[in-house]
């Protein structure tokens, strides 16, 4: 005789709760303005340099997961909180220069 044993206890349990406090910059802007010195000879009268960074996610945290900001996963009540390993949301950065003659 032969028993197979099947286990679905797969219902979050408080032995793997972490610490999920953490500090995160998301967001990040720097701008420079080249000095008036510099541009006159050139005939121009401002230019600013720009770089905006989006979801850079600079993060401390003891948290051993990819991100503690996990939020809702898949609609389900249930799995409020809970890590499945969602990936961090991406980072992209935005370049700009302005310039006025």
Same mark, same amino acid.
């Given at each position: ?5 099947? %286990? +679905?206890?797969?219902?979050? !349990?408080?032995?793997? @709760?972490? /610490? ?7 967001? *990040?802007? $720097? ?5 008036? %010195? +510099?541009?006159?000879?050139? !005939?121009?009268?401002? @230019?600013? /340099? ?7 996610? *600079?993060? $401390? ?41």
């Amino acid at each position: 005789m032969v028993v197979i044993t099947v %286990s +679905l206890n797969n219902v979050p !349990s408080s032995v793997w @709760v972490e /610490d999920g406090s953490f500090l995160k910059l998301k967001n *990040l802007s $720097i701008g420079y303005t080249l000095p008036a %010195s +510099l541009l006159s000879k050139y !005939s121009i009268s401002r @230019v600013k /340099d720009i770089c905006v960074c989006h979801k850079i996610s *600079l993060l $401390i945290t003891s948290y051993k997961g990819l991100d503690p900001e996990i939020g809702m996963q898949g609609g389900s009540a249930t799995q409020n909180g809970v890590d499945n390993g969602t990936y961090p949301s991406s980072k992209y950065f935005t370049f700009g220069l302005n310039v006025t003659f």
